[in-house]
Nanobody, 130 residues
Framework: QGRLVASGGGSEQAGGSLRLSCDASEYTDGSRFMAWFRQGPGKEREGVAALYTHNNNTYYADSVKGRFTISRDSTKTTLYLQMESLKPEDTATYYC???????????????????????WGQGTQVTVSS
């Protein structure tokens, strides 16, 4: 499978917004979970949001519900993470990821388990200052 290329990170003040993009043009076939993860300093990698390409259903970590939105563009080549009302605790390196086709990650919040994803983009840094 091909590359995932994340971009759009940067520095923002608390309360601000950022949009991350992930070039996923080589992942338009079949049904799969695609997700954003993040890893803060000294922390475990955690699932932020996921989208199931079969039906565009979305899944979110409790910490970002109502503030972050995961989506794909109409050509299905770009995965986005719109981040609103940013908080200092959102500071982390953000990664886009894709699971293998056909893997069901709905039950037990499996979508948030980074070990279920085979394909990873490079990280993009998000820094939120208070």
């Amino acid at each position: 499978q091909g590359r995932l290329v994340a971009s759009g990170g940067g520095s923002e003040q608390a309360g601000g917004s950022l949009r991350l993009s992930c070039d996923a043009s080589e992942y338009t076939d079949g049904s799969r979970f695609m997700a954003w993860f993040r890893q803060g300093p000294g922390k475990e990698r955690e699932g932020v949001a996921a989208l199931y390409t079969h039906n565009n259903n979305t899944y979110y970590a409790d910490s970002v519900k109502g503030r972050f939105t995961i989506s794909r563009d109409s050509t299905k080549t770009t995965l986005y993470l719109q981040m609103e009302s940013l908080k200092p605790e959102d500071t982390a390196t953000y990664y886009c990821a894709a699971a293998v086709r056909g893997l069901n990650l709905i039950a037990d919040d499996a979508w948030s388990d980074h070990s279920r994803y085979l394909y990873w983009g490079q990280g993009t840094q998000v820094t939120v200052s208070s």
